[in-house]
């Protein structure tokens, strides 16, 4: 459909718009934050009637709105909405789930709904026919490549989909990141930061600072390294997304500096399938 080509080309011209790295104030009316979301609209539309809609408040979202649920679709399209509705009120972060590689096992072959909500098979479409337009599913991927990585807000807060690199040594390393960011064309060292940007995770009983990652592509952290990492970038605490936690939100440290903050449902999210 025209309008879906209109809503995401839209959207990728304020994303180009925008820096690598987003840095604002605390916004007057207050930020909300929104963790992973997995295609759960029903999530994602309590949290609006929770906090209410811009202007009256600003929004961050952390990425991972893709995958797994059954509403990838309506999600995606809900927030990029926002966006073009409220540009200065709605900031979107990349997730590891906004990558090609990531998207073309689940969001590509998503069974999408269309009107009303459906159960049977037999009523609903493919991504391509559901659009119709064989091609959106590489056009949202484009929009992705331009998707901000992290944001620091009012020098105090650092907001990122999973966590810290060993080679963020200053702001620099992140704000220069050139977009559109495509991890298989780009510097090692920026790779590396991207990498672990949108895939890494805080162990606590990790002895070095920085290990290789059980998800074989990143680094891990631990309490000593996101210290030095936040004094490195002049901040006081990691906001991020990345891990299910049933509860919504989890101080992994204990000292109130990382704090994971997830959004969707076990249930609504279709965890229990993975």
């Not at 999530?43 to 809609?53: D, I, R, S, V």
């Amino acid at each position: 459909m025209k309008s879906n080509n209109k809503i995401i080309h839209g959207c990728l011209t304020i994303f180009a718009n925008e820096p690598t790295l987003l840095q604002f104030p605390v916004p007057e009316n207050g930020l909300a934050i929104i963790g992973d979301l997995h295609g759960d609209a029903f999530c994602l539309l309590k949290a609006f009637e929770f906090y209410g809609f811009p202007p009256n408040i600003a929004y961050l979202f952390l990425g991972d709105f893709l995958d797994r649920g059954p509403m990838q679709n309506e999600v995606l399209l809900f927030i990029l909405l926002m966006k073009l509705r409220w540009p200065e009120y709605v900031y979107v972060l990349r997730g590891n789930h906004e990558l090609y590689d990531v998207t073309k096992y689940d969001f590509k072959n998503q069974k999408l709904l269309s009107g009303k909500l459906k159960t049977k098979k037999t009523d609903t479409k493919s991504c391509s026919t559901d659009y119709n337009n064989p091609f959106i599913f590489i056009y949202i991927n484009q929009l992705f490549d331009y998707l901000p990585l992290a944001a620091i807000v009012s020098d105090y807060f650092f907001f990122c989909h999973a966590g810290v690199s060993q080679w963020m040594t200053c702001r620099a390393n992140i704000a220069n990141i050139p977009r559109p960011t495509d991890l298989n064309n780009m510097k090692i060292l920026e790779g590396c930061i991207v990498t672990d940007i949108l895939w890494s995770d805080p162990k606590s009983n990790q002895e070095l600072p920085f290990e290789l990652s059980e998800r074989g592509c990143c680094y891990s952290f631990n309490q000593e390294a996101l210290h030095a990492v936040l004094r490195a970038l002049n901040v006081h605490m990691l906001i991020r997304g990345h891990q299910i936690i049933p509860e919504g939100i989890l101080d992994n440290f204990g000292d109130g500096s990382c704090i994971t903050v997830h959004t969707a449902t076990r249930e609504a999210a279709g965890y229990n399938a993975c």
